[in-house]
Nanobody, 117 residues
Framework: QVQLVESGGGLVQPGGSLRLSCKASGSAFRVAAVTMGWYRQVPGKARELIAALTSGGRADYRDVVKARFTISRDDAENVAFLQMNNLRPDDTGVYYC?????????WGQGTQVTVSW
């Protein structure tokens, strides 16, 4: 059974930084072999993809986070990261780690990020 466990969320002031982690576990599951993604959800809105990293190393970002967020992974530790810099109040939401491979997808439980004074 594959599990994704996020950590690193919290309260930060505007302009600050946070790094989210997504630790993957499960038989034969490797973050290096799948597409890893980070989604964000705010109350009343659909969950939206904000960053993705393919197994080949290609990273893509939603425009609103480009140049501020960086998705990466540590293959040895089987962890994916989302480095978030210059955070803004509209970055507030629940952040979910996601992994997909043919015919399967997996979600973490989510971690709250609040950007506020």
């Amino acid at each position: 059974q594959v599990q994704l466990v996020e950590s690193g969320g919290g309260l930060v002031q505007p302009g600050g930084s946070l790094r989210l982690s997504c630790k993957a576990s499960g038989s034969a599951f490797r973050v290096a072999a799948v597409t890893m993604g980070w989604y964000r959800q705010v109350p009343g809105k659909a969950r939206e993809l904000i960053a993705a990293l393919t197994s080949g190393g290609r990273a893509d970002y939603r425009d609103v986070v480009k140049a501020r967020f960086t998705i990466s992974r540590d293959d040895a530790e089987n962890v994916a990261f989302l480095q978030m810099n210059n955070l803004r109040p509209d970055d507030t939401g629940v952040y979910y780690c996601h992994a997909s491979r043919p015919n399967e997808q997996f979600w973490g439980q989510g971690t709250q990020v609040t950007v506020s004074w």
